[in-house]
T-cell receptor, first 112, second 115 residues
Framework: GQSLEQPSEVTAVEGAIVQINCTYQTSGFYGLSWYQQHDGGAPTFLSYNGLDGLEETGRFSSFLSRSDSYGYLLLQELQMKDSASYFCAVRDPNQAGTALIFGKGTTLSVSS | EAQVTQNPRYLITVTGKKLTVTCSQNMNHEYMSWYRQDPGLGLRQIYYSMNVEVTDKGDVPEGYKVSRKEKRNFPLILESPSPNQTSLYFC??????????????FGPGTRLTVT
């Protein structure tokens, strides 16, 4: 089957750097994506990694190592507004379409 | 503005009273999906649709129905709601295939309480 593991909670202070890890097990791998969800809000897409390496988008970066079945989301210069849940997701190889399997999420709490 | 809309945003109902949650997207996406989100369980897929008149079950389809008569709309139907369907529901859409398929657009969510 497919599974994704990520820490349930991470805490940090404003201005710091935090890394949220995601390890996955899937029978067919096509890439790893990350979503952010503020409390009570909708998940929003942050990034996608289809190949090994680092993808940078402003303060956020995402990394993938396919050989290690591992990826991470790196958040720099943390701000209070970054307090949210972060989900990694992979394609469901058992579904013909575009279904994503989401990890259970990591709750990031940023304090001043 | 590209968006997915859902209605209603909040709903309190009683056991057995049929309800429909509407979902509409304006991005001409082929793929649409319904998820429920419960504490500690993450996002679980209920049903999905690859295109008009093409729907299939996700991980937790029991007690739900869907239809896709138009490309933009994908309503979720609870014929006889039960308290265990109390949850936060999200509709999502995306393109099919390639990296774009990893970017799903989510609606604002519908918080359903069944008493």
């Amino acid at each position: 089957g497919q599974s994704l593991e990520q820490p349930s909670e991470v805490t940090a202070v404003e201005g710091a750097i935090v890394q949220i890890n995601c390890t996955y097990q899937t029978s067919g791998f096509y890439g790893l994506s990350w979503y952010q969800q503020h409390d009570g809000g909708a998940p929003t897409f942050l990034s996608y990694n289809g190949l090994d390496g680092l993808e940078e988008t402003g303060r956020f970066s995402s990394f993938l190592s396919r050989s290690d079945s591992y990826g991470y989301l790196l958040l720099q210069e943390l701000q209070m507004k970054d307090s949210a849940s972060y989900f990694c997701a992979v394609r469901d190889p058992n579904q013909a379409g575009t279904a994503l399997i989401f990890g259970k999420g990591t709750t990031l709490s940023v304090s001043s | 503005e590209a968006q997915v809309t859902q209605n209603p945003r909040y709903l309190i109902t009683v056991t057995g009273k049929k309800l429909t949650v509407t979902c509409s997207q304006n991005m001409n996406h082929e793929y649409m999906s319904w998820y429920r989100q419960d504490p500690g369980l993450g996002l679980r897929q209920i049903y999905y649709s690859m295109n008009v008149e093409v729907t299939d079950k996700g991980d937790v389809p029991e007690g739900y129905k869907v239809s896709r008569k138009e490309k933009r709309n994908f309503p979720l139907i609870l014929e006889s709601p039960s308290p265990n369907q109390t949850s936060l529901y999200f509709c999502a859409s995306s393109l099919i295939g390639g990296p774009s398929s990893y970017e799903q657009y989510f609606g604002p969510g519908t918080r359903l309480t069944v008493t």
